[in-house]
C-alpha cells in the first residue's frame, strides 16, 4: 500500500489510520516559534461518516488507501441486500441497506450508478444527479387549478415529492437524486 507523508496529503485523499479509512476534509500546517512543525488535520470516517480533527507531526506518514469506483448496474432487491452487476466483470455484489440509504427511494431496475469499494468492500453509492421514474399515485388535476406551489405524488420507488399541478398519475418525472425535488416531465 502506498504511503504519503503530511506534506503531500491533499484534501479528499482516503488513508489508513488506526484501522479505519479516513478521508481528508481539511489538512493546516503550523509552525510556531522554535517549536516542531505540526499539521491539524479534519477527518471523516468513511465507514460511520463522523468527523475529526487531529494534530500530528509534520513529516509524519500514513498508509493511503485505494478506492476503486466501480460502474454496476441495479439489477433487484431481495429483503434488506440490493444485487448489482458490475459493467465490465459481471460480477454481481451484494450490498447491504445501511450501505445504500436514502439512495433506494431512487433506485429502480436497471439503473446505472457507481459503488466506491475498498478492497472487497463496499463503502458507498453515487447515484446519477437525475433519474426517471413514473408516478404512481397523486391527486387529480382540476379545471383552472393553476395556482403556485403542487401537489405530493408518490413515485414507482416509494419515494414522495411534490410536482406541480399539471403532472397526473402515469407520467414520468425527472427527480433530483440529491433533494428529492421534481425537475421536469419527461416525454
Known sequence: MPVVDTGSMKKGMTILLESELYK???????????????????????????????TVMAGERFEQAILETKKVQ???????????????????????????????KYMKEGLEMELLFYGDEALDVSLPTAVELMITDTEPNYRGDTTTGGKPATLETGAVTQVPFFVNRGEVVRVDTRTGDYIERVG
Open 24 to 54: 481528508v476534509l481539511e489538512h493546516e500546517h503550523n509552525k510556531q516559534g522554535r517549536g516542531t512543525a505540526n499539521v491539524r488535520l479534519t477527518l471523516r470516517n468513511v465507514r460511520t461518516g463522523s468527523t475529526t480533527v487531529r
Open 74 to 104: 441495479y439489477l433487484y432487491r431481495d429483503g434488506d441486500d440490493f444485487h448489482f452487476m458490475d459493467q465490465e466483470t459481471y460480477e454481481q455484489p451484494v450490498i447491504n441497506t445501511d450501505i445504500i440509504g436514502d439512495a433506494a
